[in-house]
Nanobody, 121 residues
């Protein structure tokens, strides 16, 4: 079951840019979203957290994407964006968005369907 809707993936050359988006269902209040983030599953590797934005606006990035990737969130649209600049071949992978959502006093994880990012000549 897909809870979050992703878009924005594609094929780009090294040094190029992409912007991924991740939209939560409209019936979920933005207030209920504790955090949103992006995982990446590179070929032959396990899925790992790349970046996360908290409800406070604080962001976390793994070292390899710092200065190149930027998270933002539009609370009115229940949408998170990942601006990816200066893309490298090692950024290639399937990107999955995730959200922590409060439900009856408990955090529950929601996931997107994944969007493919290929950085190649």
């Amino acid at each position: 079951q897909v809870h979050l809707v992703e878009s924005g993936g594609g094929l780009v050359q090294p040094g190029g840019s992409l912007r991924l988006s991740c939209a939560a269902p409209r019936n979920i209040s933005s207030i209920s979203i504790n955090s949103m983030g992006w995982y990446r599953q590179a070929p032959g590797e396990e899925r790992r957290l790349i970046a996360r934005i908290l409800n406070t606006g604080s962001t976390y990035y793994i070292d390899s994407v710092k200065g190149r990737f930027t998270l933002s969130r539009d609370r009115a649209k229940n949408t998170m964006y990942l601006q990816m600049d200066s893309l490298k071949a090692e950024d290639t992978g399937v990107y999955f968005c995730t959200a922590e959502i409060w439900t009856t006093g408990r955090l529950a994880d929601y996931w997107g369907q994944g969007t493919q990012v290929i950085v190649s000549l």
